[in-house]
């Protein structure tokens, strides 16, 4: 873990995305993430994830107690930093906690599915990368 150094974030979508569906990019790019990079979070972010991956709207792809077991390896590997810095660059107010962690952090890269958060990129120098961006730069696809 941890191999280059780089601190990354995933945003919630991302998140969700890798752990309904265990074989998709999405997943692919965690993985490679949680092996070669160190994951952050803040206890906002860290909410948002625990309360959507909870949804009853989820059940179709994975049961609760299966959803729940991927998020516990999350929480076992990010690293939890508290924001000094407050960003309200993003058109949508919610996803400012993401660029506040981010340069709080300081961050290397974000990876998010999230068209308010990938419009900045780079953002402050911090990389914002789709999955499949994230993907094509280390080789996965």
């Known amino acids: 873990m941890n191999s280059d150094n780089k601190r990354l974030i995933f945003d919630t979508s991302t998140l969700i995305g890798a752990i309904l569906k265990p074989q998709s990019l999405p997943a692919k790019v965690y993985y490679h993430g949680a092996r070669h990079h160190l994951l952050i979070a803040s206890s906002e972010t860290l909410r948002e994830i625990i309360e959507v991956i909870q949804r009853d709207k989820f059940d179709r792809f994975?049961?609760?107690e299966e959803r729940m077991t991927a998020l516990s390896y999350y929480l076992s590997l990010v690293e939890i930093i508290k924001p000094t810095i407050l960003s309200t660059d993003c058109r949508d107010n919610k996803d400012?906690?993401?660029?506040?962690?981010?340069?709080?952090?300081?961050?290397?890269?974000?990876?998010?599915?999230?068209?308010?958060?990938?419009?900045?990129?780079?953002?402050?120098g911090i990389q914002i990368l789709t999955v499949r961006q994230y993907a094509e730069e280390n080789g996965l696809v």
Do not use: W
């Open 96 to 124: 400012n906690k993401f660029l506040s962690l981010a340069l709080s952090a300081p961050a290397d890269m974000i990876v998010s599915s999230d068209d308010d958060l990938l419009v900045l990129n780079p953002y402050q």
């Open 62 to 64: 994975r049961n609760r």
